[in-house]
């Protein structure tokens, strides 16, 4: 298994701006931590490159990119009510989506058949053109694209288990039938996006799976959904890579949501996409999102990890 992070990781953090804010780095660090005390299970570890400006512009526009490396070189500032950045945030940022582009290449080279990305900011907020929901690049949008265009493969899947509906990500791919974006998230619940009436548009009409779930939901319907739809969906697909955005957020102590997912029922949905990758015999990446009880978060990664290794 590989494990790709960057220490650029820990610089970024919003409470220079809003105070009180959930996505700290106390949470990267908690996970590094326990995963020190256990040897890193095992892992490979590898440093995340910086992203270049011409990977960003895969899934973002210039505008975007540019607005945000300026916003950081200018010393900071808020985007919206919740996402704010200072100077340091334009390296982490330039690393979790570089971080995502380096664990994909990995996998399509047949280095590690699966790793895992552990950085911030999260990314599937970020619209092609929006900096949102604590996200400013879309770093598993980026990966999936990067794939495509320059990695040699045909299809990627998209798995979004994190609580939040992965706006962006959607966005990034609603218009192509290269990329099945699939996401269970509560509903309602920010950002208030992807109605199971929406499936994409155009050519990629078919091709985005949005599986809302009402609060108070837990690993029963998660599961089924996964068994009853996305994994059918995934086989009917046949992707060359499966990526997960793998947010921990549906854990009943998160305070951000309402669903009641335990720790190991991320083991037990890792254990079905490994599964499904290893019947596709394809390489399984999971890149981390949103997750905001320190305690829980941990739990559930390390038993994601132990899953996806098997």
């Known amino acids: 298994m590989l494990y790709v992070s960057h220490p650029a990781s820990l610089e970024h953090d919003p409470r220079t701006l809003i105070p009180g804010h959930p996505d700290t780095p106390e949470r990267l660090i908690a996970i590094e931590a326990a995963l020190a005390e256990r040897d890193w299970l095992g892992a490979e570890r590898r440093e995340a490159p910086a992203a270049s400006e011409a990977d960003l512009e895969l899934v973002h526009t210039p505008r975007l990119v540019g607005s945000i490396r300026e916003l950081c070189a200018g010393g900071g500032g808020r985007i919206d009510a919740d996402t704010a950045v200072h100077e340091a945030s334009w390296g982490a940022a330039l690393r979790a989506a570089g971080g995502a582009c380096e664990l994909t290449r990995a996998l399509l080279a047949g280095e590690h058949e699966v790793g895992y990305c552990c950085v911030r900011p999260s990314g599937h907020h970020a619209e092609p053109d929006r900096a949102m929901g604590f996200c400013l690049f879309d770093n598993v949008a980026v990966a999936a694209a990067l794939a495509i265009e320059r990695l040699g493969a045909e299809r990627v899947m998209v798995f979004d288990w994190d609580v939040h509906h992965g706006n962006g990500t959607a966005e990034a791919f609603r218009e192509r039938s290269d990329v099945l974006f699939a996401s269970i998230h509560q509903m309602p619940l920010y950002p208030g996006t992807g109605p199971a009436s929406d499936s994409g548009s155009g050519v990629g009409e078919g091709y985005t799976l949005n599986l809302p779930v009402p609060p108070g939901s837990g690993e029963a319907e998660w599961l089924e959904l996964i068994d009853e739809t996305i994994v059918p969906a995934a086989e009917r697909f046949r992707p060359d890579l499966v990526l997960i955005s793998a947010g921990y ?48 978060l941990v739990e559930s990664l390390l038993a994601t990890l132990a899953a996806l290794d098997g």
């Open 249 to 296: 957020d549906a854990h009943r102590l998160d305070p951000l949501a309402g669903c009641q997912l335990e720790s190991s029922s991320f083991a037990r949905m890792a254990t079905r996409m490994r599964d499904l990758a290893s019947r596709l015999d394809v390489p399984l990446g999971a890149v981390q999102e949103g997750g905001y009880h320190v305690d829980s």
